[in-house]
Structures are given as structure tokens and as C-alpha cells.
């Protein structure tokens, strides 16, 4: 009996178990997903093929287009300053002024010294200086030795009469020949007061030069950067412990002088348009042109010198400013880029998620400039293909997805 009553137990306990399987079983297979259900919903972008306009960057330094310290020609003690700090002036303009006085009494001076020496030459109340043959002194020294050389050949005649004694001859030439050189002395005389004149005129001209240099004039338009000198103070001009007066600079066009990466050579040459940026005036480009470019490449920086002309007409940028500088070298046609949402970085590695047919396909990129959101793919994408650009963080390689219509229908990639 009891044996009857533990089969009929056993088997409803096997029943009730082979029941519940059944429902697991019924369970499991209602409830697994299909591969529609496993896919990812993303967004996609395609790979687009654009222009891009290739740049150097470089950095450098603005200065000024001439840079002229201002010395003194004459020595003297300073009288007047005409300009100061910041003044622009213009080629020619008076800028300080030594005092005169001595320089003008010096003119005053060989003026007299040469009035003299022309009176003596014959040249009276301003006139012209007498020929050689018409000075005082040759006139009359001509004369002596012509009434000498006259009075001779009368001697000789008579001593061929036998009315004179040889020693009457020779007397009278011994007279004639004294005069002759009389005359010649006194044409020497002419003569060196002639070479004094053109010294005494000559340090006349040297006089009124110095006057004239004791106002110093402004050697290039510019402005001025700096004054190092005050009224009354001394001025050593003319040697080589000359007195610093003022710095001026020609800030009209800039100088940027920048180092470019040795990469670049053959790339960048003079007159090309150069774009330069200060700190002074965020957002606003100063644009110029190439105007040298270095012959070699400094070891130490792996660079070579450029240097840019760059106009500054309104004055807003000033010598010794930091500069950024750009330079296009070349468009290249047809260049790769994807969205900045498409480039996914993962432990050094940059990589993008190319779809095609529902399933993703992972590869490695390498990306270059950034411009407008777009990144340039440099390796591994083409134009055309789509790349996902949300949930770059749950995709692998060989992953299902569901490209949704809109980038709005999925949440932004983590």
C-alpha cells in the first residue's frame, strides 16, 4: 500500500516538474531578442570631399622697418628739443638744435679772413679778383723788368758802337735779370695768395656747414622711440664718444622676422600673402607679404628665418609685439573630412566606425586640420563612405546597428 502511494507521489512530482520545464523553455523563447532588437541606433555622416587650403603657422617678432639713432655732427652744449617721446616727424624736420653763437662768430670769423685776402687779390667792395697779370704787385715788378730788359739791349747796342764799357753791359743785365726775378716772386706771391684764398673759402664753407649742423634734422620720416638727451647738456658730436640724442623708427610698413619648420622649404617664398595676428587685437588679421627668406636652417630649432612686410598705416601695431603669422602655401583638391563627433580617441589610438549595410567596421585614422567641425582625414576613410558620428563608445568592429533618419532620434555620442 505504502509502495503504491509513493509511485503515485513520484510520479506527480515528475509531472509537475516536466510542466515547469516546459514554461522555462516557452519563457526563453518568447523573450530572446532578435538581431534587429541587438543592433545599435546611431547617427551617420558621409566622408565629404572638400578643398583645403594648406597653411604654415609661425611665430615671430614685429620690428620696425629702419631703426636710425640720432648723433650730433658738431660739439656744443644743447638749446632747444623740437620733439619728444612718441612724436612722429618727417624726413628733414628740425628735431633739436645745439646753441649758435660760437659757430656763428666762427663764421663771422673766416668770413673776414677771406674779405681780406681777396682785397690783396684786387677784388675791392665785392668785386671779381684780378688776373695774374693785373695785380699791383706784377704790374709793377713787369714794369721794372721790362724798362731793365729795355735798358740792356740798348747797352748792348752802344757796346758794339764802342760807346759803353763791356762792365755797362753787364751791369745792365746783371739789373735786368734781378727784375726778372722780381717779377717771378711776385707771380709766386699771386699765386699762393691764390691757394690761401681757396683755403680761407674752404673754412669758410666748413664754418657755415657747422653752423647749419648744429640744427639736427630727422633723417627718415618716422617716429620717436626714444629721447636720451635734456636742454643745457653737452653734445659730444664728430667722434667716436658721440652723444646719443634719440632713437627714431620708420614703424610704416612692420618687419615680422619668424622661424618656420625646416618641413616647409621650397614651400614658402617671397611674395607670398602672410596673415598676422597680435595679442592686441584678438580676432583681427593684419595681412603682408614675404619679402626674404633665409638661405639655411638653424641646427638647434630645425627652422629657417622668413621675414614679412606688413603694412601699418593706421599706427595699431607697434615694433617688438608678438606676432602669429599665417601662410598659404597650396590648396589640395578632393581632401577627406568628417565630422568631429565621427573621431573617436581610445588609449593613443584614433579610430572611426565606417557603416555599410548595417554593420560597423572599425579602422584606424589619421587626421590632420581642423576647420568649421570637420576633421581632415589624412589615412584610412574615402569620400563617400558613412561613418557613425553617436555611441562611438558601444560600437566594435562587426557590431549591428539601425542608422537613425536624424541625428536628433539619438542620444550624442559619449
Given at each position: 500500500m505504502k509502495?503504491?502511494?509513493?509511485?503515485?507521489?513520484s510520479?506527480?512530482?515528475?509531472l509537475?516538474?516536466?510542466?515547469?520545464l516546459g514554461?522555462s523553455?516557452?519563457q526563453?523563447?518568447?523573450?530572446?531578442?532578435?538581431?534587429?532588437?541587438q543592433?545599435?541606433a546611431?547617427?551617420?555622416?558621409p566622408?565629404?570631399?572638400r578643398?583645403l587650403?594648406r597653411?604654415?603657422?609661425?611665430v615671430g617678432t614685429l620690428e620696425a622697418?629702419?631703426?636710425?639713432?640720432v648723433?650730433?655732427?658738431?660739439?656744443?652744449?644743447?638749446g632747444?628739443?623740437m620733439?619728444?617721446?612718441?612724436d612722429r616727424?618727417?624726413?628733414g624736420?628740425?628735431?633739436l638744435?645745439i646753441?649758435?653763437?660760437d659757430?656763428?662768430?666762427?663764421?663771422?670769423?673766416?668770413?673776414a679772413i677771406l674779405?681780406?685776402?681777396?682785397?690783396?687779390?684786387g677784388a675791392?667792395?665785392?668785386g671779381e679778383?684780378?688776373?695774374?697779370?693785373?695785380q699791383s704787385?706784377?704790374?709793377?715788378?713787369?714794369?721794372?723788368y721790362?724798362?731793365a730788359?729795355l735798358?740792356y739791349?740798348?747797352m748792348?747796342?752802344?757796346?758794339?758802337?764802342?760807346a759803353?764799357s763791356?762792365?755797362?753791359?753787364?751791369?745792365?743785365?746783371?739789373?735786368r735779370d734781378?727784375l726778372?726775378?722780381?717779377?717771378d716772386?711776385?707771380?709766386?706771391?699771386?699765386?699762393?695768395?691764390?691757394?690761401?684764398?681757396?683755403?680761407?673759402a674752404?673754412?669758410l664753407?666748413?664754418?657755415r656747414?657747422?653752423?647749419?649742423?648744429?640744427?639736427?634734422l630727422a633723417?627718415i620720416?618716422?617716429?620717436i622711440k626714444?629721447?636720451?638727451?635734456?636742454v643745457?647738456?653737452?653734445?659730444a658730436g664728430?667722434?667716436?664718444?658721440?652723444?646719443?640724442?634719440?632713437?627714431?623708427?620708420?614703424?610704416?610698413?612692420?618687419k615680422?622676422k619668424?622661424?618656420v619648420p625646416?618641413?616647409f622649404q621650397?614651400?614658402i617664398?617671397?611674395?607670398?600673402?602672410?596673415k598676422?595676428?597680435?595679442?592686441?587685437?584678438p580676432?583681427?588679421?593684419f595681412r603682408?607679404?614675404?619679402?626674404r627668406?633665409?638661405?639655411a636652417?638653424?641646427?638647434?630649432?630645425?627652422?629657417?628665418p622668413?621675414?614679412?612686410?606688413?603694412?601699418?598705416?593706421?599706427?595699431?601695431l607697434k615694433?617688438?609685439?608678438?606676432?602669429?603669422?599665417?601662410?598659404?602655401?597650396?590648396?589640395?583638391?578632393?581632401?577627406?573630412?568628417?565630422?568631429?563627433?565621427?573621431v573617436?580617441?581610445?588609449v593613443?589610438?584614433?579610430?572611426?566606425?565606417?557603416v555599410?549595410?548595417?554593420?560597423?567596421?572599425?579602422r584606424?585614422i589619421?587626421v590632420g586640420?581642423r576647420?568649421d567641425?570637420?576633421v581632415?582625414?589624412?589615412?584610412?576613410?574615402k569620400p563617400?563612405?558613412?561613418?557613425?558620428?553617436s555611441?562611438?563608445s558601444?560600437?566594435?568592429n562587426g557590431?549591428p546597428?539601425?542608422?537613425n533618419?536624424t541625428p536628433?532620434d539619438?542620444?550624442?555620442?559619449?
Open positions: 509502495r503504491c502511494v509513493l509511485s503515485r507521489l510520479g506527480i512530482s515528475l509537475l516538474l516536466l510542466a515547469l514554461c523553455r516557452e526563453a523563447a518568447n523573450s530572446a531578442p532578435t538581431a534587429k532588437d543592433s545599435i546611431i547617427t551617420v555622416s566622408v565629404e570631399a578643398d587650403q597653411r604654415v603657422e609661425a622697418d629702419e631703426e636710425v639713432v648723433y650730433a655732427q658738431v660739439s656744443g652744449y644743447l632747444k628739443i620733439v619728444d617721446l612718441g616727424v618727417k624726413v624736420q628740425p628735431l638744435q646753441n649758435q653763437a659757430f656763428q662768430l666762427q663764421v663771422q670769423k673766416a668770413e674779405q681780406q685776402t681777396r682785397t690783396r687779390l675791392l667792395n665785392g679778383i684780378l688776373s695774374d697779370d693785373r704787385m706784377v704790374r709793377q715788378a713787369k714794369a721794372n721790362d724798362d730788359a735798358w739791349e740798348r748792348q747796342g752802344l757796346y758794339k758802337e764802342g759803353v763791356r762792365n755797362d753791359v753787364d751791369t745792365a743785365m746783371a739789373k734781378a726778372k726775378a722780381a717779377l716772386n711776385a707771380l709766386d706771391q699771386v699765386r699762393a695768395l691764390r691757394d690761401q684764398l681757396r683755403e680761407q674752404a673754412a664753407e666748413l664754418a656747414r657747422n653752423l647749419q649742423y648744429t640744427v639736427i633723417p620720416d618716422g617716429s626714444q629721447r636720451d638727451v635734456s643745457g647738456q653737452y653734445i664728430g667722434s667716436m664718444q658721440n652723444t646719443k640724442l634719440l632713437t627714431l623708427i620708420r614703424d610704416n610698413p612692420l615680422l619668424a622661424s625646416e618641413r621650397g614651400q617664398r617671397a611674395g607670398q600673402e602672410v598676422v595676428q597680435v595679442e592686441a587685437y580676432g583681427r588679421e603682408g607679404s614675404v619679402q627668406v633665409g638661405p636652417v638653424f641646427t638647434d630649432t630645425r627652422t629657417f622668413i621675414e614679412a612686410r606688413v603694412p601699418n598705416r593706421e599706427g595699431l615694433p617688438g609685439s608678438f606676432g602669429k603669422a599665417r601662410l598659404q602655401i597650396r590648396v589640395d583638391h578632393g581632401v577627406p573630412f568628417v565630422p568631429e563627433e565621427a573617436y580617441y581610445f593613443g589610438i584614433t579610430k572611426a566606425f565606417v555599410k549595410d548595417g554593420i560597423v567596421e572599425e584606424q589619421t586640420e576647420q567641425g570637420l581632415e582625414i589624412v589615412e584610412g576613410l563617400g563612405e558613412q561613418v557613425a558620428t555611441r562611438l558601444q560600437l566594435s557590431a546597428v539601425q542608422v533618419a536628433d539619438s542620444p550624442p555620442n559619449p
